[in-house]
């Protein structure tokens, strides 16, 4: 029988389903980092249980670290204890940690791929929503919880309900200057912030096939954003190329066996999904949200909502709410609305090929005056180091831009990066909730050619229109 | 963990819709390396004004009827966003045990269960109507009764609820999942040994 993605890895995991209850899956991979997994450690130390299989577990620094020189000690005490308490935690349980000084050291998201400890066909758990970025290489991914962080180290299995499966097919191209952040934002806003709640998403169609790797995975990153359990999309010839040369490929089998191998986990022609949702590649535009959840979103030709034009109650009333808090009238134009301030980077827009596009919207400009601050944070070592062989950084700071060192950085803001009550923000990550980049702070997620052009001209505009300068 | 059976207690309303884990806690608080101690800080941005220590007359949990309650009422996609753990941990340091609402964020439901906690999902015009008798009573005590799977109103009227039977299973014995894992490590060590893992 045909069988997708989905289905094959779940099969291939499967470790028993005790009756009555959720079944046992086998974990490949698991990632932890520095704010999930202390009160993990703590409940393994009080247990007296070990590390299962401590070679599988890779730990890394990322949300609490500056961006700023790393070689000045951290001042916050409580992040300095918490990154403290991840480095004790590792060397105690054997298990490979890329301090924050480590040249392989970067955001989770992005240094899984990057250092090939991502692969097709394998599950992959962290104490992080969007671990859903690792799809992108037809792995299953999952986010979890602290107390299954530690169901996880001390068994290296975790417990699931089988998902049901739906198809986002993207027909067509997509147009030009429209990016995978677009289309996973068009997304959202079409099936909503629970729209995909208790499925694993699939993606397919001509326009994903297109997307390049980073791309795919700036789409599986935000699928959690839409409630999903996981995203994926089916390995093919751009996956095992991108995966060429990575440092952390099994050593047991030539890379023509290991490709062979990756490939074979693809859905298969003619497999079946529960569900099926459909968007024309050329339909989609550049995204803007206007408000305080992913799935408010609109075109960058378009308005913010008119309330009384809104369908339900509940529409009504967290439209009302979102506009407030955003501080932003009915019906106003996008192109209307300036920031203060522009951040490109996190594990959504952190990697080289996003910094390529906004450093050549850049190129030859300045940021405006009325935007106090424009930083470019590299999702990992790894990026910042390709992207400075490659001048990007010089662009940046030639237009005004700040280059940083790599992490979380204003995507969450646990560091010295932040919002001030009020401030605007053209942001590339994958969260606009209140608060989340500090408190009172507003968030409009964009692409990242976008938010350079935002930074630039400051106010939102259409990239689609942007007079490039070579 | 502490097994959960039956529940009387006052319940908050907070009446929005894709309460996220940002707003259950803020970044700020997840800096610490203990899972208690974050009951204070719950919905932090929403509860206390700029100062950070007054409480917000506007924040309808603020009000003292509501003080001590040990049941929340919200609506759809409760819990989405991150899936900090502090989340539930903060709702149950706050002394609330069981939360109503119309839809979960998967992995925050998850979490709940980790921790003890009771998530029920109800239809939007029965929590509709909850939020209505809240409001309107002076004191209003819910009872959730785990093993009869039903919501007993202070009108002695019922509302029945669904869980899967292993989630319920473990709740009413407060299992730890782990142990329980652990009792399939033949099947464990089998899988291990079928797919070449030493
Ligand atoms: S970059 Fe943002 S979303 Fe990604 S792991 Fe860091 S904090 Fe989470």
Known sequence: ?470 | MEPFKKLTGIVAPLEALNVDTDQIIPKQFLKRIERTGYGDVLFFDWRYLDDGKTPNPDFEMNAARYAGASILLSKDNFGCGSSREHAPWAINDYGIRCIIATSYADIFYNNCFNNGMLPITLAGDVVEQLFQEIRSADSYELTVDLEALQIVKPCGGTIAFELHPFLRERLLNGWDQIGLTLLNEDKISAYEKANGIA
């Open chain 1, 1 to 470: 029988m045909a069988k997708n993605i989905y289905q094959k890895i779940w099969e291939a995991h499967l470790v028993h389903t005790p009756t009555g209850q959720d079944a046992i899956l086998y974990i490949d991979r698991h990632y932890v980092h520095e704010v999930t997994s202390a009160q993990a450690f703590e409940g393994l130390r009080l247990a007296g249980r070990k590390v299962r299989h401590p070679e599988m577990t890779f730990a890394t620094m990322d949300h609490n670290i500056p961006t700023t020189d790393r070689s000045i000690p951290i001042s916050d005490p409580l992040s300095k204890a918490q990154i403290e308490a991840l480095k004790s935690n590792c060397a105690e349980f054997g298990i490979t940690c890329f301090d924050m000084n480590d040249p392989r050291n970067g955001v989770v998201h992005i240094i899984g791929p990057e250092l090939g400890l991502t692969l097709p066909g394998m599950t992959i758990v962290c104490g992080d929503s969007h671990t859903s970025t690792h799809g992108a290489l037809g792995a299953l991914a999952h986010g979890i919880g602290t107390s299954e962080v530690e169901h996880v180290l001390a068994t290296q299995t975790l417990l699931q309900k089988p998902s049901k499966t739906m198809e986002v097919r993207i027909n067509g191209p997509l147009p030009a200057g429209v990016t995978a952040k677009d289309l996973v934002l068009a997304v959202i806003g079409k099936i909503g912030t629970a729209g995909g709640t208790g499925y694993v998403i699939e993606y397919t169609g001509e326009a994903i096939r297109d997307l390049s790797m980073e791309g795919r995975m700036t789409v599986c990153n935000m699928t959690i954003e839409a409630g999903a359990r996981a995203g994926l999309i089916s390995p093919d010839a751009k996956t095992v190329e991108y995966l060429k040369d990575r440092p952390y490929l099994p050593k047991d089998k030539s890379f023509d066996e290991l490709a062979q191998g990756w490939l074979s986990w693809a859905s298969d022609a003619g497999c079946s999904y529960d569900t099926l949702v459909e968007l024309n590649g050329l339909d989609i535009e550049p995204q803007v949200t206007w408000g305080t959840s992913p799935g408010m979103v609109t075109a960058v030709s378009g308005r913010t909502p008119v309330i009384a034009e809104l369908a339900d109650a509940n529409a009504k009333l967290s439209a009302e709410k979102a506009l407030e808090y955003m501080g932003l009238a009915e019906g106003m134009p996008i192109t209307e609305i300036a920031i203060d301030k522009m951040f490109i980077g996190s594990c959504t827009n952190g990697r080289i090929e996003d910094l390529r596009a906004a450093a050549a919207v850049a190129k030859g400009y300045k940021k405006a005056d009325s935007v106090k601050l424009a930083m470019v944070v590299p999702g990992s070592y790894e990026v910042k180091k390709q992207a400075e062989a490659e001048g990007l950084d010089k662009v940046f700071t030639a237009a005004g831009f700040e280059w940083r060192e790599p992490g979380c950085s204003m995507c969450l803001a646990m560091n010295d990066d932040r919002l001030e009550p009020g401030e605007r923000c053209a942001a590339t990550s994958n969260r606009n909730f209140e608060g989340r980049q500090g408190k009172g702070g507003r968030t409009h997620l964009v692409s990242p050619a976008m938010a350079a052009a935002a930074a630039i001209a400051g106010t939102f505009v259409d990239i689609r229109a942007w007079a490039y300068k070579d």
